[in-house]
């Protein structure tokens, strides 16, 4: 059993999120309120999901030139 | 004939366990590193430190997968009680991830041990499903061909002890 390959194997890299663009909302009394939410604690293996994501970038750029 | 499986000598000797002093093994010890992020900071300047560095890129050209090579790094941080085996595990992809970049930097050939072939030209059949969905293009269905129905004179056998027709022949 090859601890690696499974671990590989079942690594969900995150997607790549579109900032989403802010429609014009109206701004008054009564409006929602838009402050920014705040970024949710990732999960340790989420968190290395992103380590894994952002070296595997730089390996494809390092590799296309 | 039964194919029993041979005998697995790879194991502890029973009793192993009790030849050392509870808490004496540096495994049974609170880890010294308790995130991921801390163990990381132990491995990564580790893997790029120049004078290890030909060591390793030597190994990965002898064809070891690089999995191999992260699983025994993480093994012996846990027996060295550097860290728990959980930190150890999680942080197996980032290691291997590492030294794939550290053999493609040296150009030098590996292996990398997993199925997943990470290519960036090829295209995720889940995201080709997308675009099509988006372009509203349907994909190519197949086209069954319709079984050729056998009449029933073509299934009446000729050999000696098949059954005489009508027709006595």
């Known amino acids: 059993m090859n601890i690696g390959y499974m671990t590989m194997n079942n690594l969900q890299l995150p997607k790549e999120d579109t900032p989403k663009e802010m429609s014009q909302q109206s701004g008054g009394l009564l409006a929602r309120d838009t402050k920014p939410q705040k970024p949710k604690k990732l999960e340790p293996r989420d968190r290395i999901a992103q380590y894994v994501s952002e070296i595997r970038k730089g390996r494809m750029e390092l590799k296309n030139g | 004939m039964v194919d029993m499986p041979s005998p697995s000598f790879d194991r502890p000797i029973p009793g192993q366990s009790l030849t050392a002093e509870l808490g004496s093994r540096p495994w049974q010890q609170p880890p010294q590193y308790t995130t ?6 132990y491995y ?4 790029v ?5 030909p060591q390793l890129l030597d190994v990965m050209e002898t064809g070891i997968p690089l999995t191999t090579i992260a699983n025994a790094m993480q093994v012996a941080g846990v027996m060295e009680g ?7 595990i999680l942080i ?6 590492t030294m794939a970049y550290l053999a493609e930097e040296a150009d ?3 292996e990398t041990g997993s199925n997943k072939t990470v290519d960036s ?5 889940s995201r080709i499903a997308l675009a099509l969905s988006k372009s509203n293009i349907e994909p190519e269905e197949e086209i069954e ?3 050729e129905e056998q009449s029933p004179e073509e299934n009446i056998l000729g050999g000696l002890m098949a059954r005489r027709n009508k027709d006595g022949v």
């Open chain 2, 36 to 41: 991921v992020e801390e163990a990381l900071e």
């Open chain 2, 44 to 47: 990564v300047p580790r893997l």
């Open chain 2, 49 to 53: 430190n120049p004078e290890l560095l």
């Open chain 2, 82 to 88: 550097k860290h728990s085996i959980d930190v150890g």
């Open chain 2, 92 to 97: 197996m992809p980032v290691l291997i991830e």
């Open chain 2, 108 to 110: 030098v050939e590996y």
């Open chain 2, 121 to 125: 030209d090829l295209i995720d059949e």
């Open chain 2, 145 to 147: 061909e319709p079984m």
